[in-house]
């Protein structure tokens, strides 16, 4: 069952009007009216004032970049490889992409690809 919402008006105009026994109720506990007064407050002396702070240098973290080789990929439609070429062939990409179009039916497109770079062996010297 809900309640009713109570009238923040009505019993702010209760409270006004019943002044005197409030008060009745602070002042059971005895005391005069000098002890319940605020004692002044002690200040602080002040003392040598500090010097601003001194900035912070922040070490930014250095982004390592891996190394990328770009290539030429064919795909078909779900962005699978059918065959990757070197960047300076793409010559060869674009026949092997009219081949496959041709012999097989489905979508098939040419993109350009990013690869980690593996840099290759080198060779054992022997001597």
Do not use: H, I
Request: charged share 40%; with cysteine; hydrophobic share 35%.
């Amino acid at each position: 069952m809900a309640t009713r919402t109570l009238s923040r008006r009505a019993l702010r105009d209760q409270y006004d009007a019943e002044p005197d026994e409030r008060e009745e109720d602070v002042d059971d506990g005895g005391g005069d009216a000098a002890d319940e007064s605020p004692k002044p407050r002690a200040r602080k002396t002040a003392a040598k004032p500090k010097a601003p702070a001194k900035p912070r240098a922040r070490k930014k973290a250095v982004k390592v970049l891996e190394r990328t080789v770009a290539r030429w990929a064919v795909c078909d439609n779900g962005a699978k490889r059918v065959a990757v070429f070197e960047y300076k062939d793409r010559a060869g990409a674009d026949a092997k992409l009219a081949d496959v179009r041709a012999r097989k039916p489905g979508t098939y497109y040419l993109a350009l690809v990013k690869d980690p770079y593996d840099p290759p062996a080198e060779p054992a010297v022997t001597a």
